[in-house]
C-alpha cells in the first residue's frame, strides 16, 4: 500500500493524535498497522501519513467529515481515544504558543527546550477533543503547578501550553501523560467540563505535524515563522 495518496477532489485535513498507544502496558502500533486498520475507513477517511510516530498522523477526508465523525471511526478502528483537530485550527495553536513563547523570551524554535534553575524543561501542549468553554476565566482553567510540569496559558480554547521537566533527578526520562493530563482534568472536571479526550505531545511533535502536511501540499497553510527564526 502506497504510504500517500493523490488528491482528486477538495477534501478536508485533519491531524489525528491517538491517546494512550506505544506506552508501556499499552497497545504497541507500527506503520504497517496504522494503514491497515485506516484501509476499513476508505474512501471516507484516507490515510495521507504518519508524523515521526504512528500516533500522530494526517488524514484526507471528506467534506462531510466533522473532527468528532472522525474521531469516532478512530475509535473503533484502533479501539482507543484521540483528539482530531483540522490542520488549520492546529496551525492556530501552534502559532499561538511560539508567540506566547516569544512574549517571555523562549525560544520559539525547535527543540523548545529551557534550562531553569539548573534543570531542563521542554514546552509540551495537552490537546483538547473539543472546544473548551467560552464562559469560563483562563485562571479558572489551569491546574496548580507540580514539581514536573507548570501551566502557562490556554490556546485557542483547544490547548494548554505547559513546561514539562525533561528528567527526574535520578536522569530518569519523565513522559508526558499523566504528569500533564491527569492534573488538569482534575481542575476541568471540577468546572464541570467533561471532554471526550485530553492528549499531550511536545511542542515539537505538533509542529513536525504541520510542517508535513506542508510539505506534502495537501492544503495546509504554511506556518510562518517569527521574526527572530533564522
Not at 138 to 157: G, H, K, Q
Amino acid at each position: 500500500m502506497p504510504d500517500k495518496i493523490t488528491v482528486h477532489h477538495p477534501r478536508k485535513l485533519y491531524a489525528a493524535f491517538l491517546y494512550g498507544q506505544n506506552i508501556p502496558g499499552s497497545t504497541y502500533l507500527t506503520r504497517q498497522d496504522v494503514q491497515s486498520r485506516l484501509c476499513t475507513l476508505a474512501p471516507q477517511i484516507a490515510f495521507v501519513d504518519i508524523v515521526s510516530r504512528p500516533d500522530s498522523m494526517l488524514l484526507l477526508c471528506n467534506q462531510s467529515a466533522s473532527e468528532r465523525t472522525v474521531r469516532d471511526a478512530l475509535g473503533l478502528c484502533f479501539d482507543c481515544k484521540s483528539v482530531v483537530i483540522e490542520v488549520e485550527s492546529l496551525c492556530r495553536i501552534v502559532n499561538a504558543a511560539r508567540a506566547t513563547l516569544q512574549s517571555i523570551q523562549q525560544p520559539t524554535q525547535p527543540p523548545y527546550r529551557l534550562k531553569f534553575e539548573g534543570v531542563e524543561w521542554e514546552w509540551c501542549l495537552v490537546l483538547c477533543s473539543e472546544r473548551l468553554p467560552c464562559n469560563l476565566t483562563e485562571d479558572r482553567l489551569l491546574f496548580r503547578r507540580t514539581t514536573n510540569a507548570v501551566p502557562v496559558c490556554i490556546l485557542d480554547s483547544r490547548a494548554l501550553l505547559v513546561r514539562k521537566r525533561r528528567a527526574s533527578a535520578s536522569g530518569t526520562r519523565i513522559m508526558l501523560g499523566s504528569v500533564l493530563i491527569d492534573p488538569w482534568k482534575q481542575v476541568l472536571a471540577r468546572n464541570g467540563v467533561n471532554l471526550d479526550c485530553l492528549t499531550s505531545r511536545t511542542l515539537g511533535q505538533t509542529a513536525k505535524v504541520l510542517q508535513a502536511a506542508e510539505k506534502l501540499g495537501l492544503g495546509a497553510k504554511p506556518v510562518p515563522k517569527h521574526p527572530d527564526a533564522g
